[in-house]
């Protein structure tokens, strides 16, 4: 299971009321190991976490989760185990532009407002090139998040589908060979 495929299963469960990724420092001094764990809260507290970095790494020895129904522990601890036991290698999530071509073929990237909805920007590709960190994470998705674009702009991933991807570090990769030569 991908990250960006538990956080869409991880917004399915309603009492989850927020969720983070948090720092761990492990060992002694001489060989402290960091760790990313992510950190699931309800309105009682915390209720379990998972290590990103270490397969087979989970917690949900809190209070608040034995307090959730059987039903609720039963689901969350199969999505957390089955993210717990996918390898390291198989956890990254692909991130992609989507984009279309308009009747004069000029590229139109669909970025995703702060309201969370979509809008699509005609931008020359060296724009792209100049745009920060935290500009440039709002023209990308996870699959899991295309899977919720409306019906008309789901991306189909196919040469002839209306709205079109390309993975970032193609587009980067793109972007380098056209503009730094």
């Known amino acids: 299971m991908r990250i960006d495929e538990l956080y869409a299963k991880l917004n399915t469960f309603q009492f989850i009321e ?11 001094d001489e060989e402290e190991t960091a ?10 507290g915390k209720i379990a976490e998972v290590n990103l970095d270490t397969p087979y790494m989970l917690r949900t ?16 601890l199969k999505v957390l185990v089955e993210f717990a036991n996918t390898p390291i290698e198989q956890r990254h999530s692909e991130v992609y ?13 669909i970025k995703r407002m702060s309201n969370n909805r979509l809008t699509d920007e005609m931008i020359p590709m060296a724009y792209l090139n ?32 209306f709205v079109k991807v390309k993975t970032f570090d193609e587009m980067i990769h793109e972007l380098d060979d056209r503009f730094n030569d």
Request: proline letters at 6%; glycine letters at 2%.
């Open 18 to 28: 927020n969720y983070y990724v948090a720092i761990k420092h492990y060992g002694d």
């Open 35 to 44: 760790m990313r764990v992510l950190k699931l809260y309800s309105e009682a």
């Open 61 to 76: 020895t809190y209070s608040p989760f034995g307090e959730r129904t059987l039903l609720e522990r039963q689901a969350l």
């Open 97 to 109: 532009f989507a984009y279309f071509n308009d009747l004069h073929h000029l590229p139109h990237f």
């Open 130 to 161: 100049t745009l920060s960190e935290e500009q440039l994470q709002s023209y990308l998705f996870t699959t899991s998040e295309m899977e919720s674009f409306p019906k008309d702009y789901q991306p189909r991933f196919t040469p002839d589908s």
